[in-house]
């Protein structure tokens, strides 16, 4: 599956106190929101894995999302 975000996209993940928090900018959330349009199609067991290595901002904890 093709990942696309759009320019200037920012994304951060942080786990406080046993919550997710997500935080991101209009660019972040919209590139989010149509990579769960695209995942909501593909077949059971398929995700997405976030790090700050590929799509995060630096020290964002990891998240992924999978469909079931």
Do not use: C, F
């Not at 942080?14 to 593909?42: C, F, K, P, W």
């Amino acid at each position: 599956m093709n990942i696309p975000w759009k320019e200037g996209s920012e994304i951060s993940v942080r786990i406080d106190d046993h919550t997710a928090v997500i935080t991101a900018n209009r660019e972040g959330l919209l590139s989010l929101a149509e990579q769960l349009m695209m995942l909501a199609y593909e077949e059971s067991g398929s995700h997405i894995h976030y790090d700050e290595y590929n799509s995060l901002e630096a020290g964002s904890a990891e998240m992924i999302i999978g469909k079931i």
